[in-house]
């Protein structure tokens, strides 16, 4: 799956004004998840749920902490704290339990302190000494729940928010003036709320039912909001959040989260308590007499923070709550060391200076007002910006323990003052309420700005606010994925404007935008085209040059051409609207990384990967200083960076951002939610290229589990889902399955697309896929064809996907063996990515690398190499230097090189794909197991079989660990293991693992699949050597009818097939129907192939022989010399196939008498395979036995003999002991020994041949016939 575009901010009609009214609203739900900074959890074996002491002693750890979890089990306690996220948790662990369970949670970043409770306290203490985070051995719940709200209160003083600077100490000076983005978001809600008139009988109202329902089973604290509900009056704000109650530690969270319903919900109680301390201040302030006087604040700091707050020495940091000081500094000082004992805390002791003069925040002396009026209290009101000072040890042996001066400053951050006056601005509006709404949309909190929009349209109100009203729904809808409803609340908006607006006026800009961008989304880019024109055309007449929503119409007309492939049109918008957006607004606004990111996005598409990156950096960079830590454009910039890493082959790297996306978007929303959807199915993708695809499986359908609980049957997000898993299990071999999922996405995007969407292509295209992998080429081709049919309809003429399809086409062509059609499809596609893409792009790469793949089918090695050289080239400057995509090209170049015979180079670059991939990918990943199979390939057709072995043993391990019992290649595993031991003469080993293979495939394939075609013959050339000819006869023919029925009359396999069938006539001395099977396929490899194609000398060469046994040996020779004739041309002067042919002809001629011509053929034949092959080789024993056989008939023995034990020496070694070829040497032995007289020696050769003979061969062989008669003869001389 793609990365999800980042949008296009929204545009909305902004009228101004700076009036305010109540708005009539009902009360926001209370959050489910955690609404405060800690939670409780009491762990205990004997727990009773049931009982009234249970009940008493949870409510009074209620009163203490509301949110109280209980376990039996200690492992559950330890996946419970495993996967919190912000808050502090406090663990309360009875005294059997607590030696078990401590050792596991003590390190635990959220576990802030342990309790033990126990009866026996002494024994306890002996023990826990080594355990900091322990805060107490207690034997009553009232001595825990004191300490508790002593933890509780030290966990608050802890948690205010604070902004630091975001940057290390080398960076420039003027960048120490920086401050984080929660402090701008926090600062324009503050405004706004302080702006806004509030009506504190509903406010309130609302606010005790919000709570009321957070503290539902917690009667101590519905208690304080019954007071709080009949008692609360604005002047007494200061004493309620001095209180120990809800008001303090939950809005301080909201503020530390940015968590936009309580904001709201407390905006009255932000507006009254701010205003009680500026009242307080303007009167003290005259006190002061212009002089700076000390306060003191004691805290502890996550070591996180503290880090951060080392960096920003000289530079600013903000406490982003209201803040909470003392005159007193040795009550200050105990409050931070409250903190020590917790290893992952710093003790702080802040020591401030207030400079009346330049303060730009209120604060006050809140003594009298205070609900504890004993402390020397100074509040702060929020937002207060200190310059950072000394930062020095308050004990040299303690390094948890600082102090830290600080000056309170009207300074701030310069950049970050005009992002505020910028987002401040955009967040326009005739009153408060509209504002808050513009606000939550920039701060992306969708679902509480469709409750607030909601609420305003049921408010009086004109046509130019409604038609604002529902421009911004439809886009929450948009952000929301509903998208049929976010296109009928702009048509309502867009209705509105058309009887309230004249023709021209910018509001039909916005909505013609809005509506475009929601096509746009759809897939529908004409129709989202000439949205975004009309939009276009009225700013273009109404707006100056540099007007920020030029920018907006020109970066959405970018997007539809960058959706429509046309790449340097969609380049040409983008910079127009950087261009504008670099000179009017500040460096740093997010409507500047919008622009980055789309560029981004676009060299993305263009495989100009790196230039992508470089974007999508800088718009991360942009997003980090700007956004709340848990913005979605925050996850959609990790997203995007994750998914250029994934392209570029970096999957570590792209799922550690994917997990970012993902962290953020668990943290904002709910479980259910279709973004973390989206998430999972990144995850997913990565794990599914790794060949991790259990782990992608379950990724995809956590995926699909959300979208199936809160997505319409036929949401087009399930689709993809169903999709994706498809596209797992045709990787798993499983194809019915795959085609399943493929068929369930098909059937969505048919019901709710148009008929010319470019999905329904992709659709046809993935199910055309699984057909052509199941070798059903006509309904691959249909399949692919409609895909191609849509595109070209849809599109323009030279769109990369129409590319796409082309290849997909090509590919069933090649796989059909109609290589011209396959060559055709593949050069229309590479037309098309030489005009649209760069010359380097991956997509060119692959081009070469398909129409090589052609050639080397059609045995045109050199054309391939150079093609491959080609993609091989691109991919070398562009990929990195151990991407997945370089292993497969270099796969492929030593593919070329071995069907060359140029083995040795083979080798080469099978090793160094398996060097990429042994580097990158998980040690049992597929394309290890297809490294390992070509390079044991190699070493079977050097002769060194224990080598091949090894190779293929190693890829089978991989398959049967990660595939099902049943995959097809297990069974290709099968069949590779079983041609060596084949070649090994161990015929019995051959057959049970090409009967294992052909097990699997009558089970999971058709019973007319061309694999089950290769395993009968397989097994057919088994029982050719073991001479049992019939079988091998009845299993060859059940290839060719396989191959009959799936292939077309002229294919290339029929030919091998008709080819094999003419070797077993021949050996069976059916010489005419040998001849007649060998003419069919040479007939079609004359019709089918180039004059010089290989196959073509492999049919001269099988006719050759036929004559040769036939006895006419000039036919033969003729024959021969016309495959030797096509080898020399084509292949490399030392192949392997010329040293065969040089042997066939020698023996031509040594049959003929003509033995030194023969003698001459078979030397040829020789030097090559010295040259070429290991010397232990068992080509080379055959080409020994032959030259000795001419050396015999010439009478020179002794050359004979020398011949004949080399070749004994090398199948001794490298054959089984029953090896038939051990056999034929001692045979040849025999004979020779009894030319020259030596009957002893003549008889133990002959014997030890029959032995074999008999062992391998039926009874009535015509070998075990000579062999005993042979034997009868020297037995007589003896």
């Known amino acids: 799956m793609a990365a999800r575009k980042a949008q296009e901010n929204f545009d909305s009609v902004f009228s101004s004004g700076a009036s305010d009214t109540s708005l009539t609203r009902t009360a926001l739900s209370a959050r489910q998840h955690m609404a405060q900074n800690y939670l409780l959890v009491w762990v205990d074996e004997s727990i009773d749920e049931t009982s009234k002491n249970y009940e008493n002693t949870l409510t009074q750890l209620r009163a203490a902490v509301n949110d109280v979890t209980m376990y039996t089990q200690p492992d559950e306690c330890i996946k419970f704290l495993g996967k919190l996220n912000d808050e502090k948790a406090f663990v309360i662990i009875s005294d059997s339990l607590g030696q078990h369970l401590v050792p596991e949670i003590h390190d635990m970043p959220k576990l802030d302190a342990i309790y033990i409770f126990c009866d026996n306290i002494s024994y306890q203490q002996q023990w826990i000494k080594n355990w900091k985070k322990i805060r107490g051995v207690h034997n009553n719940i009232k001595d825990i729940c004191n300490a508790l709200k002593r933890g509780v209160r030290q966990v608050n003083q802890d948690s ?21 983005p929660n402090y701008m978001y926090t600062q324009i809600f503050k405004e706004i709320l302080l702006q806004m008139e509030h009506d504190h009988k509903q406010a309130i109202k609302i606010l005790a039912v919000y709570y009321r329902e957070f503290y539902h089973d917690n009667i101590a604290k519905l208690n304080i909001i019954d007071e709080f509900e009949h008692n609360y009056r604005p002047e007494k704000a200061i004493w309620w959040y001095t209180r120990e109650s809800f008001t303090f530690e939950i809005l301080n969270r909201a503020l530390q989260t940015l968590d936009t319903d309580i904001i709201i919900n407390m905006g009255f109680f932000i507006h009254d308590l701010h205003q009680q301390i500026y009242q307080l201040h303007q009167q003290q302030l005259p006190n002061y007499h212009d002089k700076s006087f000390l306060v003191y604040r004691g805290q502890g700091l996550l070591k996180s923070d503290f880090d951060k707050l080392i960096k920003t020495k000289g530079g600013l940091m903000s406490f982003n709550s209201f803040l909470s000081t003392s005159t007193d500094e040795d009550i200050s000082r105990l409050f931070a060391e409250s903190s020590s004992g917790n290893p992952d805390i710093v003790e702080i002791l802040f020591i401030m200076t207030i400079d009346p003069r330049v303060s730009s925040t209120p604060f006050a002396s809140i003594g009298t007002v205070s609900y504890y009026q004993t402390e020397e209290e100074i509040l702060l009101s929020m937002h207060t910006v200190f310059r950072v000072g000394a930062i020095k040890k308050m004990d040299k042996n303690n390094d948890q323990c600082y102090q830290v001066d600080l000056q309170l400053t009207a300074d701030d951050d310069d950049q970050l003052r005009q992002l505020t006056k910028s987002l401040s601005k955009q967040a326009a509006g005739e009153t408060g309420w509209e504002r808050l709404g513009s606000l939550l949309l920039t701060t992306g909190h969708f679902d509480t700005a469709e409750k607030l929009h909601k609420l305003l349209l049921e408010q009086p109100s004109n046509d130019n606010e409604k038609a604002r009203y529902y421009n911004n729904l ?136 790196l230039t992508a990156l470089s974007f999508h950096e800088k718009a991360l960079g942009i997003r980090e200083k700007t956004l709340p830590a848990n913005h979605p454009d925050l996850a959609s910039a990790y997203n995007n960076i994750g998914c250029v890493y994934d392209i570029m082959g970096e999957y570590s790297k792209a799922l550690s951002f994917y997990e970012k996306a993902l962290a953020i978007r668990k943290k904002n929303l709910s479980a259910n939610h279709p973004e973390l959807a989206t998430c999972y199915s990144n995850s997913a993708l990565v794990y599914d290229k790794m060949g991790e695809y259990s782990k992608a499986l379950s990724f995809y359908e956590k995926a699909l589990g959300i979208q199936e609980k809160t997505l319409p049957t036929n949401h087009l997000s399930l689709a993809t889902s169903y999709n994706n898993i498809g596209c797992v299990y045709d990787n798993l071999g499983e194809y019915s399955k795959a085609l399943s ?122 054309k391939a190499l150079s093609f491959y050289e080609k993609s091989l080239a691109i991919q070398e400057k562009t990929l990195s230097a151990n991407h997945p995509d370089l292993a497969t090209s270099y796969n492929n170049t030593g593919l070329v090189y071995d069907n060359m015979g140029e083995y040795s180079k083979a080798l080469l670059f099978y090793e160094k794909a398996l060097a990429i991939r042994e580097k990158t990918l998980p040690a049992n990943h597929p394309g290890l197991a297809t490294t390992y199979n070509n390079i044991g390939l190699v070493y079977k057709q050097m002769g060194e079989y224990s080598k091949a072995l090894s190779f293929y043993e190693n890829a089978l391990g991989i398959d049967e660990k990660t595939l099902p019992t049943n995959h097809p290649n297990l069974a290709t595993s099968y069949s590779n293991i079983g041609v060596v031991y084949s070649d090994m003469g161990e015929y019995s080993k051959a057959l049970s693992l090409y009967e294992k293979a052909l097990g699997i495939q009558e089970k999971t394939l058709p019973t007319n699949h061309l694999s089950l075609a290769t395993s009968y013959n397989n097994i057919g050339c088994v029982y050719d050597n073991l001479g049992e000819y019939s079988k091998a006869l009845s299993f060859c023919e059940k290839a060719t009818e396989i191959r009959e029925k799936a292939l077309p009359i002229n294919h290339s396999d029929l030919a091998s097939a008709y080819n094999n069938i003419g070797v077993l006539y021949r050996k069976m001395g059916e010489y005419s129907k040998a001849l007649s099977f060998h003419e069919k396929a040479l007939g079609i490899r004359e019709t089918n192939l180039s004059a010089n194609h290989a196959n073509l000398a492999t049919s001269y060469s099988t006719i050759c022989v036929v004559y040769y046994d036939m006895g006419e040996y000039l036919s033969a020779l003729s024959f021969y010399e016309k495959a030797l004739a096509i080898q020399e041309k084509t292949l490399p002067a030392n192949h392997p196939d010329l040293a065969t042919s040089y042997n066939n002809s020698g023996l031509v001629y040594d049959n003929m008498g003509e033995y030194l011509k023969a003698l001459l053929f078979y030397e040829k034949a020789l030097g090559i395979q010295e040259k070429t092959i290991p010397a232990n080789y068992s080509g080379l024993a055959t080409s020994y036995n032959n030259t000795g056989l001419v050396y015999n008939h010439m009478g020179e023995y002794s050359k004979a003999l020398s011949f004949y034990e080399k070749a004994l020496g090398i199948d001794e070694k490298t054959r089984s002991a029953n090896h038939l070829s051990l056999a034929t040497s001692y045979s040849n032995l025999g004979s020779l020994y009894y030319k020259v007289k030596e009957y002893s020696k003549t008889l133990s050769y002959l014997e030890r041949a029959l032995d074999i003979f008999e062992l391998s061969l039926p009874s009535d062989h015509p070998q075990l016939r000579t062999v005993k008669q042979r034997i009868e003869i020297v037995t007589q001389k003896l």
């Open 741 to 862: 999922f493929y068929e369930k996405a098909f059937e969505i995007r048919e019901k709710t697309l148009p008929a010319n969407h470019p999905d329904l292509a992709t659709s046809y295209s993935n199910i055309g896929s699984v057909y052509d992998i199941m070798e059903e080429y006509a309904k691959a081709l249909s399949f692919h064809e409609k895909a191609l049919g849509i595109q070209e309809k849809t599109l323009p003429t030279n769109h990369p996907s129409l590319a796409t399809s082309y290849n997909n086409i090509g590919c069933v062509y090649d796989h059909m063996r109609e290589y011209s059609k396959a060559l055709s499809f593949h050069e229309k596609a590479l037309g098309i990515r030489e005009i649209t893409l760069p010359a380097n792009h991956p997509h060119v790469a692959s081009s070469y690398n398909n129409i090589g793949l052609v050639y080397k089918q059609m045995g045109e090695y050199s």
């Open 160 to 180: 205010i928010p604070i902004s630091f600077l975001a940057a290390d100490n080398e960076m420039p000076s003027e960048n120490l003036n920086q401050l984080e």
């Open 474 to 609: 439809g886009y929450i809808k948009q952000n929301q994925s509903a998208f049929q409803q976010a296109l009928e609340y702009h048509k309502i908006a867009l209705g509105i404007q058309d009887k309230a607006l004249p023709t021209n006026h910018p509001g039909f800009a916005s909505s013609y935008n809005n509506i475009g961008l929601v096509y746009d989304i759809m897939g529908d880019y004409l129709t989202a085209l000439s949205f975004y024109e009309k939009a276009l055309g009225i700013r273009e007449k109404t707006l100056p040059a540099n007007h920020p929503e030029l920018a907006t119409s020109y970066g959405n007309i970018g997007q539809v051409y960058h959706s429509m492939g046309e790449y340097s049109k969609a380049l040409s918008f983008y910079d127009k609207a950087l261009g504008i957006r670099e000179i009017t607004l500040p460096a740093n606004h997010p409507d500047l990384a919008n622009s980055y990111n789309n560029i981004g996005q676009l060299y993305d598409s263009m495989g100009e990967y």
